[in-house]
């Protein structure tokens, strides 16, 4: 989420907190395109309008096929929950070919088609070899009082779920140099202070 300050939230300022949940609109090139799609742009042409404003790198695929969503959901896998998730046990699907009329469709529903990734902890049954974690990332259909429903643009969100305070929902620019760079500088600036 380039400079918003996931990471330290999770681990200082939820110091105490167990997470059981987070959801998340993790790449600002693909919540670009859906909410410019949501107004009405097909996606080929919402696409082009993001590398046009440098939100999309010339070749889109990591981003709009949710290849980078999936990372993000595996460092956030490791800092809320200390597990290790391998790339195959994360369901994914991107925005590729997500269709303008699904989109359209959504809006006249009350709700807004946003690339989220989910981490929750799996239902453990005794004896069971079941997995820790269930990691999606999906397009979903959110209905407007989800706080993630109205983050539009390269903003992105995330939403912790634990156990002593309910719901907590960061939300910060997903995109842009400076803010990228403000995230290096952040992460610089905490290992120094680990040394």
Same mark, same amino acid.
């Given at each position: 989420?380039?400079?918003?300050? @996931? =990471?330290?939230?999770?681990?200082?300022? *939820?110091?105490?907190?167990?997470?059981?949940?987070?959801?998340?609109?993790?790449?600002?090139?693909?919540?670009?395109?859906?909410?410019?799609?949501?107004?009405?742009?097909?996606?080929?042409?919402? =696409?082009?309008?993001?590398?046009?404003?440098?939100?999309?790198?010339?070749?889109?695929?990591? +981003? @709009?096929?949710?290849?980078?969503?999936?990372?993000?959901? $595996?460092?956030?896998?490791?800092?809320?929950?200390?597990?290790?998730?391998?790339? +195959?046990? @994360?369901?994914?699907?991107?925005?590729?070919?997500?269709?303008?009329?699904?989109?359209?469709?959504?809006? $006249?529903?009350?709700?807004?088609?946003?690339?989220?990734?989910?981490? $929750?902890?799996?239902? $453990?049954?005794?004896?069971?070899?079941?997995?820790? =974690?269930?990691?999606?990332?999906?397009?979903?259909?959110?209905?407007?009082?989800?706080?993630?429903?109205?983050?539009?643009?390269?903003?992105?969100?995330?939403? *912790?779920?634990?156990?002593?305070?309910?719901?907590?929902?960061?939300?910060?620019?997903?995109?842009?140099?400076?803010?990228?760079?403000?995230?290096?500088?952040? +992460?610089?600036?905490?290992?120094?202070?680990?040394?």
């Amino acid at each position: 989420m380039s400079g918003t300050p @996931v =990471l330290s939230t999770i681990r200082e300022g *939820l110091a105490g907190a167990r997470v059981i949940g987070l959801r998340g609109i993790l790449n600002g090139t693909a919540n670009y395109i859906l909410t410019r799609m949501a107004e009405g742009l097909d996606y080929q042409s919402a =696409l082009a309008e993001a590398q046009a404003r440098n939100y999309a790198e010339p070749d889109p695929s990591d +981003d @709009v096929e949710a290849h980078d969503v999936v990372a993000k959901a $595996r460092i956030l896998a490791a800092t809320a929950f200390g597990e290790s998730i391998a790339i +195959d046990d @994360v369901y994914r699907r991107g925005i590729a070919h997500i269709p303008l009329e699904r989109v359209q469709q959504a809006v $006249r529903d009350n709700c807004r088609i946003k690339l989220v990734a989910t981490v $929750r902890l799996s239902p $453990r049954e005794r004896g069971s070899e079941a997995k820790p =974690l269930d990691v999606h990332v999906e397009p979903v259909a959110l209905p407007l009082h989800d706080p993630l429903s109205r983050v539009d643009g390269v903003m992105n969100a995330l939403t *912790l779920e634990t156990d002593t305070v309910s719901e907590v929902t960061i939300i910060g620019p997903g995109a842009g140099a400076e803010q990228a760079g403000q995230g290096v500088f952040a +992460d610089l600036v905490s290992v120094a202070r680990a040394v």
